[in-house]
């Protein structure tokens, strides 16, 4: 499998860019996709992830009710809405997927990884 992750960039406090993440080599729709961070002199921390049939999301609970996960089985895409972005949110973002039917949290749990994409947040 293959991960793109992209849409990333500078973005002031408040604003709200989407994240996308295009998959490839792999049936798409049979696999669990996580979003994962990591700020600089930080670990890999798990922001968000989605079944293989959107029927159930997780956050972490530093952005519930700012970030929305979505995907499109159709395109092999996920999304990361982000809204109301802070500087603690500058990380660069990575997509994840693992195959099976539950939502894992732990980067080790996910077998495949997208290169990942720069958030910068400019207060």
């Known amino acids: 499998v293959q991960l793109q992750a992209s849409g990333g960039g500078l973005v002031q406090a408040g604003g709200s860019p989407r994240l996308s993440c295009a998959a490839s080599g792999r049936t798409f729709s049979t696999l669990a996709i996580g979003w994962f961070r990591q700020a600089p002199g930080k670990e890999r921390e798990f922001v968000a992830a989605?079944?293989?049939?959107?029927?159930?999301?997780y956050y972490v609970d530093s952005v519930k009710g700012r970030f929305t996960i979505s995907r499109d089985n159709a395109k092999s895409t996920v999304y990361l809405q982000m809204n109301s972005l802070k500087p603690e949110d500058t990380a660069v973002y990575y997509c994840?997927?693992?195959?099976?039917?539950?939502?894992?949290?732990?980067?080790?749990?996910?077998?495949?990884w997208g290169q990942g994409t720069l958030v910068t947040v400019s207060s």
């Open positions: 994840a997927a693992r195959t099976g039917i539950y939502i894992r949290t732990q980067p080790l749990e996910y077998d495949y």
């Open positions: 989605i079944t293989r049939n959107a029927g159930f999301t």
